[in-house]
């Protein structure tokens, strides 16, 4: 089948690390993202990676990919109050003329002073 | 500033109104594509839209159509409005086909259906 899965609530102390986890299904995926939806907003993109990396890195955000297990994670260092949002992770894949993506519920972070 | 607007963010309408939805990005890109997001379901794609003109179905077509006159613009329109399609609409879009795409999203459009 074509399911990401998430975790559905996440709570953290303001300053802790926070990890968001996925699982996905199709190995052939070739992208995976993580998303951030703010209250009453769309979606913005926070980072993506390509299936042939492991770890990507960019300031406070931390990706893992294993592929062997299909799991993503998103790890937020120092999380702040700003960061309470829902983060959805997706793939993405080649569906003939187009890509397709398959979302995940998202997790609702929490981040308590 | 790359951009994806909705051109209303709330609505309140009534059972059997005609609605639409209207959405434009200013990216040149071909892909569009209309969500609909709700409690616990996440994200469900209604349709979507690869050139001008052209048009695919999502996972959750029915009772919704959709129209792509111009690159820049697509519109989602629900015929006979009802109260089960009371949700946030989000629309997106991103480049045909390129590595490491980034989807734009609009800022949403929550339609309340009485």
């Known amino acids: 089948g074509e399911d990401v899965e998430q975790s559905l609530f996440l709570s953290v102390r303001e300053g802790d690390s926070s990890v968001i986890n996925c699982t996905y299904t199709d190995s052939s995926s070739t992208y995976l993202y993580w998303y951030k939806q703010e209250p009453g907003a769309g979606l913005q993109l926070l980072t993506y990676?390509?299936?042939n990396m492991d770890m990507k890195q960019d300031q406070r955000l931390t990706v893992l990919l294993n592929k062997k297990d299909k799991h993503l994670s998103l790890r937020i260092a120092d999380t702040q109050t700003g960061d309470s949002a829902i983060y959805f992770c997706?793939?993405?894949?080649?569906?003939?003329?187009?890509?397709?993506?398959?979302w995940g519920l998202g997790t609702s972070l929490a981040v308590n002073p | 500033d790359v951009k994806v607007t909705q051109s209303s963010r709330y609505l309140v309408k009534r059972t059997g109104e005609k609605v639409f939805l209207e959405c434009v990005q200013d990216?040149?890109?071909?892909?569009m594509f209309w969500y609909r997001q709700d409690p616990g379901l996440g994200l469900r794609l209604i349709y979507f839209?690869?050139?001008?003109?052209?048009?695919e179905k999502g996972d959750i077509p029915e009772g919704y159509s959709v129209s792509r006159e111009k690159k820049e613009r697509f519109s989602l329109i629900l015929e006979s409005a009802s109260t089960n399609q009371t949700s946030m609409y989000l629309c997106?879009?991103?480049?045909?086909?390129?590595?490491?795409?980034?989807?734009?999203f609009g800022e949403g459009s929550w339609l309340t259906v009485v």
């Open positions: 839209s690869y050139d001008v003109k052209m048009k």
């Open positions: 990216m040149d890109h071909e892909n």
């Open positions: 990676i390509f299936s």
């Open positions: 997706a793939e993405s894949k080649d569906a003939g003329n187009n890509r397709k993506l398959i």
């Open positions: 997106a879009s991103t480049e045909l086909k390129n590595s490491g795409n980034t989807i734009y």
